[in-house]
């Protein structure tokens, strides 16, 4: 039997080898109790072109102090800021890794908030 870690990493293995076949950069997300992370690795998967996390000195202050990166206004702040960074690292496209977790909640309201800063995906 699975415990529910391997269950999701298992997920996120079958959804990453589709991506990798797709060759376009990968959008992925960590969540955990505290903190949300996204980073914007290649099309090869070779080097880290961006990333946004609420563990970032500067997000935290704008969230207001410790312990508030685990809620859906945190994930739709960094969303905003990983679709700025991947601007500027001359990405449009991408692929979404949600490594997987559930498509709901803060890992949502991420993806939703990156493709409003005009992110597609």
């Given amino acids: ?30 969540r955990t ?8 690795i290649s099309g090869d998967g070779s080097k880290v072109l961006a990333s946004a996390s609420t563990a970032e000195a500067d997000v935290r202050k704008s969230l207001g102090g410790a312990g508030k990166g685990g809620n859906v206004s945190a994930a739709q702040a960094i969303g905003k800021r990983i679709a700025e960074k991947a601007k500027a690292a001359g990405v449009e ?12 909640g803060r890992v949502k309201a991420l993806a939703e908030a990156a493709r409003e800063a005009g992110l597609q995906f």
């Fill in 33 to 40: 109790n505290l903190h949300i992370y996204a980073t914007l």
């Fill in 93 to 104: 496209k991408v692929a979404f890794d949600r490594a997987g977790f559930a498509y709901h």
């Fill in 1 to 30: 039997m699975l415990t529910k870690k391997e269950q999701r990493l298992r997920r996120a293995r079958q959804t990453r080898i589709r991506i990798a076949q797709q060759g376009i950069a990968r959008l992925t997300v960590n």
